[in-house]
């Protein structure tokens, strides 16, 4: 039976009502309040604040917010309610501002590839930036098709040059949304405060000790970030940043009062 504590139950909560909003009243808060890169025409500093309190449906929010409920009391109880918000927020911010950083560097490529491709359309081009850069409107089978039918047939240009600008618009608009940043940051801390403690896995149903479990995660995260398919949408590199922010800020406590708590 899990105990909820205040600042806990808060962030369930808030989570939980925002996506109730969103689905019962048809409305879409992503493209207001999640994280768009610097240089977009939608960007607003407050969203490194409010992305990380919306989600892309139950699942997305169930998946964050059940790692909230496991971990999240242990760390308040040990912390205090003021330190462990404290803790929650700046992760989750400091992930978004990371990501915000690392993905404007990216859209700022983007741009560039898309503008040179526009000026200069060729089969070649084509192929490397649909490689590249990939969208989940378009199957890759029949990019592949039409790279092979652009080949033998340049009046294919303006065709091509109409899906790269579906790419690039499909691209850059994306916002990153999700408390993943700030989660991950929670699973750190407790994997450095708690490192011997078993958790029961549900697939497969074996124990494993939190500084294991924290690690493999965090390799996996890391593999998926470099190793990115097409149609990868999970922001690998927020959960990083996170757990990045987590391990300054417990290491920054551990400097100044001599132990974590």
């Not at 992305?51 to 790692?67: E, R, T, V």
């Not at 912390?79 to 700022?108: E, M």
């Not at 899906?163 to 991950?184: E, L, Q």
Request: glycine share 8%; aromatic share 18%; no cysteine.
């Amino acid at each position: 039976m899990f105990q909820l504590t205040p600042i806990v139950k808060n962030i369930l909560i808030i989570n939980a009502v925002l996506l109730a909003i969103e689905t019962f009243l048809n409305v879409n808060l992503s493209p207001i309040f999640g994280v768009h890169y610097l240089f977009s025409d939608h960007f607003y500093i407050f969203q490194y604040v409010t992305y990380m309190w919306l989600h892309g449906g139950f699942w997305h929010l169930l998946s964050n917010m059940f790692a909230v409920l496991v971990f999240g009391p242990m760390l308040e109880r040990v912390w205090g309610s003021k330190r462990f918000l404290t803790f929650y927020l700046i992760t989750g911010i400091g992930a978004g501002v990371l990501y915000g950083v690392v993905d404007t560097i990216g859209k700022g490529n983007l741009s560039e590839d898309t503008e040179a491709f526009i000026a200069n359309p060729n089969p070649d081009d084509f192929y490397i930036y649909t490689h590249t850069y990939k969208s989940r409107r378009f199957d890759m089978l029949r990019i592949e098709d039409f790279n092979d039918e652009y080949y033998d047939n340049p009046s294919y240009a303006s065709q091509a040059v109409d899906v790269v600008k579906t790419i690039y618009n499909d691209i850059s608009n994306i916002p990153m949304i999700g408390a993943s940043g700030a989660v991950f940051g929670v699973l750190l801390a407790f994997a450095m405060l708690f490192p011997n403690t078993e958790l029961m896995l549900l697939f497969p149903p074996i124990p494993i000790k939190a500084k294991y479990l924290v690690f493999f995660y965090g390799a996996y995260e890391l593999y998926s970030e470099i190793n990115r398919t097409g149609g990868d949408n999970v922001a690998h590199f927020t959960h990083l940043s996170g757990m990045l922010i987590a391990f300054i800020i417990l290491k920054y406590w551990q400097r100044q009062r001599g132990n974590f708590y």
